[in-house]
C-alpha cells in the first residue's frame, strides 16, 4: 500500500503515523490482552464514582455510611471559587487552554527533567482519567506490564488517549467538578466536600482562600503534607499554593503577604451530622442486604444507594436510653454481688478459671506457643505485659494501662443485652440494639447470639395445649411432679422444681400458671401435650433454631435468639399470621429515584381465636395475682385502660435474663446477661428477668407513650374478632388479711391500706412484686393468716400507693 507513494517524504511520515494509529487501536482493544483495560466509550460517557451508601431511619435521619472512599460528591456550584483558582494555579495553570494534553507543559518538563529538575507535565484532565478510571492498577494493566519501562508508558498513554475523550465529551466546569469528586485528601477522606468537613467541618462552598490552599497542597503528597500529622510541612506546602495563586493573578501581593501569616486552623467534623459510623444497626442491614445486592449487581460500599431502614429515630433513641440507664444500675449491682471474688462458677458453684481458657482460645497463644516450646513462663509473662488501651466503661472511654490478662478480666465480667422491638401487623423492625457499644463489643446480641430462653419458652407449651382443647381455666395442681422419658433406650425421670422450691398443692388455672411461671404445672401440661408438639409449635410460630425435644423443653433450655423470640410472640398480636420482619423499607440511587421495596412475608400459622387467647394469656402476667410482671406496676404505664402482657424468664443458675413485653401495638424482646456463661448473679433477687430485663422495658415504654410524636398510645388490646369458644370466665381469688383479727381499735378497717398477697405469701410481704420466678428456700415459705377477696376499688387504690412508695423508696436511695 504504501509503495505507492514514491515520495519518501511522504511515505515515512505515513507509515509512521498509520503505525501510531493501529498501535492506539491495539491499546483501546487491549489486542491480545498485552495492554490491559482502556475506558470505553460508553465508560466516558457513564463514568461511575465509589460513592459509599447511605443508611437512614425511616423518618429520614442518617445513622451511617458504607465506603470503601469515604466520599459525597458535589456540583460546580457548590465549590468555593478559591478552591477552582487555588486548583488550577497550582496544578494546571493552562487548564481552560488545551484539550487534555498539554504539550507545551510536556516540552518544558521534559527539557526540566533533562537538567536535573523533575518537574510534572500531567494535567487535571489526564489525572482525572487515571483517578476515574484507574488505570495504573493491576486489574487495568496488560500482560506488557511486567515490563517496567514500558509499563508506565502504557499507563500514560492510556490517560492521554482517555483525557482526549473526557475533553470532547465533556465541559471544563464539569471536569474540574469529576477531579476534585475523586481525588484523595488522605485520612480515608475522598472529594472536596468531605475534605472541607473533614478538616474544617464546613461545606466545599465556605472554604475561604487560605483553607483552600492547604487542600489543593495536599494533593502533592497526602501523607507528606498533612496538616495533622505534619502541620509544619502542610503550612509550607499552603504557602507555595499561595504564592501560586499571587503568581497568576488570583490573589493579590498584600492578600498573599496576609494569608502566609495565617496559622493553619484546623476543626475537625464528621462526614455528616447525625451519623453515627459503625454500629449493630449498620452491621445488620449490611448483613440484610448481602444476598440482594449479590443477587442484583450493586456493591454497597461503591454505588452510592440510599437504604432506609424501617428504625423508628425516636424509639431507637428511648431504647438506647432505657438500656443505658438499666444497664448501668446492673453493672453496679453485678459488682456489688461478687465483690473481689471471681464470678466465674459452673452450675455446682466450683470457681472456672475463664481468663486462663480465654487465653488459650486466642490466635496468638498458638504463635507464642511455636515462638516459646517448652517455655509457658515467657507466654504468660506476654500476655501479663502492661500497655496503653482504651477501654469501654459507664464513665466513658478511658485510656489505661492493661495487659491482655487484665482486659479479659475485664470485660469477662462485663454485663451485656440484646433488644428488639417489632410492629408485627407490618414486619417493620422500629427497634435495634445489639448489646452495650458496637465499638467495643462486636457480638449483636440480636440475631447472632443464641441463650437459653428460660420461662419466656412457656408460652409455646400453653399454645400446645389450647390447640389440644384445653382452656385458660382448665385447672391442674401445684404438686411434685415425676415425668418419664427414654434416653438411649433407657428410661429416666425428671423432677421439676418450682422456683421457691416448694409446692402450695393448689389448683390452678392455667391462665395463673404461667402468669405465676409454675414450672410443675407447666411440666405437667408439656407432658399431657407432648414435648414435641411444644417444639412444633414453637417452630410454626418464628423460633428457628434447633429445639431438642426432651420433657424440659418448655422450661427454655434451648438457645435461641432476641430476634426469633420476638417474631414468634409477634404471630399472637398479628392475629396468628407470623411475619418474617424486615429491617429495610426501601432502597433509592443518590438522585432519589426508587431501587427496591421491601415488604414482610406473612403466613398463617395460628387461628384468630388462638391468638387472641395467647395475648390473654400473657395478659395473665399483669392482671393474674402474683403475676411475673406486675413489677410494671412502678412505671407510669397504665392510663387509658392500658394493657400490657409479658413474660419474664431466667435460665438455670441466672445465666440469662430475659423479658418480652407486648402492647397493643408493638412486641420487644429484651436478653440481659454475661457472654461468659460462667459469670452470673447468685439470686433470683438480683438477676432474675424481673429485676434486670423488665426494667428495660418499663423504662423504654414509659419513655414511648410520653411522647405523643412518636404516634404510639397507651389502650387496651383490641377486641376478638371472632368467637371466642373456650371459657375465660375463672377470676384468681385475691386475698387479704382479716383485720379483725386484730386487737388494736386503732385500726379502721374501712380505711385500711390493704396489701394484695398470694394464697402461698404472708400478708407481710405485699404489696406483692414478688414473681414465682424468685428462687426461695423451703424455709422461707409460710403460710398465710386468715383472707378475706378485695374489691376493685381497693385494688386501685393499693396499686396506687404502691407506686407512690416506689417512687419513693427509690428518690430516699438516691439521696
Known sequence: MFKEIRNKYIRYPSIFLFCIIIFFCALQLNFLWLFGYSPSYEDIKTPTLRVGSELYTSDGKLIGRYYKENRTPVTFKEISPSIINALIATEDVRFYKHMGIDFRSLLSS???????????????????????????????????????????????????????????????????????????????????????????????????????????????????????????????RRNVALAQMNKYNYISTAELNTYKSTPIKLKEGRVDDGSDGDSYLRAAVDKYLEKWCKDNNYDLYEDGLKIYTTIDSKLQQYAEEAVAEQMKTIQRRFYSVWGNEDPWEDSEGKKVDYPDRAMRSLPIYKILEKKYPNNPDSITSWFNKKKKMRIFTWKGDRDTLFSTMDSIRYYGKMMN?????????NGKIKVWVGGLDHKYFKYDHVNQSKRQAGSTFKPFA??????????????????????????????????????????????????????????????????????????????????????????SVSLGPNDVTVFEMVRAYGTFLNGGLKTDPILVEKITDLDGNLIEEFTAKTKRVLSEEMSWLMLYMLRGGMEEPGGTSQALWEWDLWKKGNQIGGKTGTSSDYVDAWYMGVTKDLVTGIWVGCDERTAHFKNGETGEGSRTALP????????????????????????????????????????????????????????????????????????????????????????????????????????????????????????
Open 110 to 236: 521534559g527539557i526540566s527533567t533533562a537538567t536535573g529538575d523533575k518537574r510534572g507535565a500531567s494535567t487535571i484532565t489526564q489525572q482525572l482519567a487515571k483517578n476515574l478510571y484507574r488505570t495504573r492498577y493491576n486489574k487495568s494493566q496488560g500482560a506488557l506490564s511486567r515490563i517496567p519501562v514500558v509499563r508506565t508508558l502504557i499507563a500514560k498513554l492510556k490517560e492521554w488517549l482517555t483525557a482526549v475523550k473526557l475533553e470532547s465529551n465533556y465541559s471544563k466546569n464539569d471536569i474540574i467538578t469529576m477531579y476534585l469528586n475523586t481525588v484523595s485528601f488522605g485520612n480515608n477522606t475522598y472529594g472536596i466536600k468531605t475534605a472541607s468537613r473533614i478538616y474544617f467541618d464546613k461545606e466545599a462552598n465556605q472554604l475561604d482562600v487560605p483553607e483552600a490552599a492547604l487542600l489543593v497542597g495536599m494533593l502533592k503528597g497526602t501523607t507528606t503534607y498533612n496538616p495533622i500529622k505534619n502541620p509544619q510541612k502542610a503550612l509550607e
Open 462 to 551: 400453653y399454645l400446645a395445649a389450647l390447640e389440644s382443647g384445653l382452656g385458660p381455666c382448665d385447672k391442674f395442681t401445684d404438686k411434685p411432679v415425676r415425668i418419664a422419658y427414654q434416653e438411649k433406650g433407657k428410661t429416666e425421670y425428671w423432677e421439676p422444681k418450682n422456683a421457691s422450691w416448694s409446692n402450695s398443692y393448689s389448683e390452678m388455672s392455667l391462665r395463673l400458671a404461667m402468669a405465676r411461671s409454675v414450672n410443675t404445672i407447666t411440666a405437667q401440661i408439656t407432658e399431657k401435650v407432648g414435648w414435641d408438639n411444644v417444639v412444633k409449635w414453637a417452630h410454626e410460630c418464628g423460633i428457628d433454631s434447633h429445639l431438642e425435644s426432651v420433657p
Open 417 to 425: 443485652t440484646g433488644m428488639m422491638t417489632l410492629d408485627p401487623f
Open 696 to 815: 428495660i422495658f418499663g423504662k423504654f415504654m414509659e419513655k414511648v407513650y410520653k411522647d405523643p410524636s412518636t404516634g404510639y398510645t397507651m389502650g387496651p388490646f383490641p377486641k376478638a374478632k371472632v368467637k371466642i369458644t373456650k371459657d375465660l370466665n375463672c377470676p384468681t381469688p385475691r386475698y387479704v388479711p382479716d383485720t379483725t383479727s386484730n386487737d388494736s381499735l386503732e385500726v379502721d378497717s374501712t380505711n385500711f391500706e390493704i396489701p394484695i398477697v398470694e394464697p402461698t405469701q404472708p400478708a407481710q410481704n405485699a404489696p406483692v412484686v414478688q414473681k414465682s420466678e424468685d428462687k426461695k428456700t423451703p424455709e422461707q415459705v409460710k403460710q398465710p393468716v386468715a383472707e378475706v377477696p378485695l374489691t376493685k376499688k381497693q385494688e386501685r387504690e393499693l396499686r396506687r400507693k404502691q407506686r407512690q412508695e416506689e417512687k419513693e423508696k427509690k428518690k430516699n436511695n438516691n439521696e
